[in-house]
């Protein structure tokens, strides 16, 4: 593959001609815009070990794609898209590409602030994440702890942390600090499948597995002191807790339903793509907007799913220190999705123009006075989480003006893998890995030791280089690094 740099931390892949085999014959398709690839020459390198190029050049010569398509610093190999890939199609005719978002619709992270200290945990660390471990349900399969019915699961897919809030299970103030407000609210619960109803309605609630997790962290530096002051971080030490998961089986389900109505409909469309994991049909299709309401569904599912946890996060702090919410200071400082498509306004070419921004594996990072921004946060720009491995850091940082310009207001959403989790599983042992966190200072509690091998901080690219570059080119600006002192995995 051609890659060419164009400027620090900027390379290009011109738009040219690709060959594909499709059912037995060599087709050719011709890239519609340039890759642009956020990276320095650590991180190139480490994209190049995997098909990631391959990837985000077939997805450039998708109908109506604008602009350029996009490999941010966290990519790696995906399921159609890259993860890390972002791209923009028109709104009206452009494609819409369920591997452009991926089975885990709305995967996402939030974060909550407190007014506790490192010092104020250390001695009830293990308790406390033993009672979190016992509290939320985590692991593969895992169901959560509510008994609700397919009039509850309908209002939770149709009405996201709407639902969660009239039940108890949120404040007012967590809405006004999630993208979108907790809700997707084009979702119609009657188009999703009774089969991805059945996968879903006991695991409301719950972690999962993998890379998924809950972490108590410690702010170990503050970059930027007025803005870290205004999302209510004040000093080094300060706790604060991360919660990372999204919508279990039920995106899972969706994103195959749709997979194979819109397989069917591109012989119908007469559309064809280098890869078929790139199936998609134009926005205005039944078959797209049928997409667009079942992930709005999902998406909802996984708002509500991180609210319960927050929910539970905050009984089990409310009992370890026996004080509410407002004593202990335990506020959303916000919440983002990382698996999703929105349709939003952009510059295109010197002029504005609705798109289908699909985001897979990345994180929406809008600039000061972005009308969708929180009025909390409209002068600071939208707070960013840019979440590492459970040996490593994670980033609270918020969007800049130029990621406008340069990813369709988006940044990476984490680390990015290196290493396939089977590799992990023959390279690195669980136990060991346990053993070595905890002589860093960092609790860990988990499902299994597997897990702890699959997810091994070797595994994955450098966070602190991966944000940088993000930092570098003025997509996001970094506000606070936290460094987990204990971690619940899936």
């Not at 089975?103 to 407190?114: E, S």
């Not at 009025?375 to 990621?403: E, F, H, N, W």
């Not at 346990?434 to 002589?439: F, I, N, P, V």
Request: net charge positive; glycine share 8%.
């Amino acid at each position: 593959m051609n890659v060419n740099k164009v400027e620090e931390n900027i390379y290009e892949i011109p738009p040219k001609t690709l060959m594909a085999r499709i059912q037995g014959n060599i087709e050719k398709f011709q890239m519609r815009v340039p890759v642009k690839i956020y990276a320095n020459n650590y991180i190139l390198e480490k994209i190049k070990q995997d098909r990631t190029l391959d990837q985000i050049a077939n997805v450039a010569c998708l109908p109506g794609i604008q602009k350029h398509a996009i490999a941010l610093s966290d990519a790696h190999q995906g399921y159609g898209f890259c993860i890390g890939g972002v791209a923009g199609t028109d709104a009206d005719t452009g494609m819409i590409s369920p591997g452009g978002v991926g089975y885990d619709i709305n995967c996402g992270v939030r974060l909550l602030r407190t007014n506790l200290f490192l010092g104020d945990i250390k001695n009830i660390l293990p308790n406390l994440l033993t009672n979190i471990f016992n509290n939320i349900p985590s692991g593969l399969g895992s169901k959560g702890k509510l008994n609700i019915n397919y009039s509850d699961l309908d209002n939770v897919l149709n009405n996201g942390v709407n639902w969660a809030l009239e039940k108890g299970y949120a404040i007012e103030e967590d809405l006004k600090h999630l993208e979108e407000n907790g809700c997707l609210k084009n979702g119609d619960a009657t188009l999703v499948s009774q089969k991805a109803k059945q996968r879903a309605i006991k695991q409301l609630g719950s972690l999962g597995s993998g890379n998924h997790f809950l972490e108590i962290q410690k702010v170990d530096e503050i970059y930027n002191k007025a803005t870290a002051e205004k999302l209510g971080i004040t000093e080094k030490n300060q706790i604060t807790v991360m919660v990372h998961t999204g919508s279990r089986a039920l995106g899972h389900q969706v994103c195959s339903d749709s997979l194979r109505n819109i397989e069917q409909a591109m012989k119908k469309y007469k559309i064809k793509v280098p890869d078929r994991e790139l199936a998609c049909v134009p926005a205005d299709t039944p078959e797209a907007q049928n997409y667009l309401q079942q992930m709005a569904c999902a998406a909802n599912f996984g708002f509500t799913n991180r609210q319960l946890i927050t929910h539970w996060l905050r009984e089990s702090f409310q009992k370890a220190f026996n004080k509410d919410i407002d004593a202990l200071d335990m506020h959303l400082i916000y919440g983002v999705c990382h698996n999703i498509l929105k349709i939003e306004e952009h510059e295109v070419e010197g002029k504005k123009m609705k798109l289908n921004v699909h985001r897979k594996g990345a994180t929406r990072a809008f600039p000061p006075n972005h009308p969708a921004l929180s009025q909390d946060y409209r002068d600071i720009g939208q707070p960013a989480l840019i979440p590492g491995t459970m040996g490593s850091a994670s980033y609270l940082c918020v969007g800049k003006p130029r990621a406008m310009d340069l990813s369709f207001g988006s940044t990476a959403h984490g680390s990015g893998r290196v290493m396939s989790r089977s590799k992990a599983v023959k390279k690195y042992w669980g136990t060991k890995i346990q053993e070595d966190l905890g002589k860093k200072g960092i609790l860990v509690k988990s499902a299994s030791m597997k897990v702890l091998a699959e997810e091994s901080p070797g595994a994955y690219k450098d966070i602190d280089q991966v944000v940088q570059v993000s930092h570098d080119l003025g997509i996001v600006e970094k506000i606070v690094r936290l460094v987990p002192v204990g971690v619940v995995k899936g």
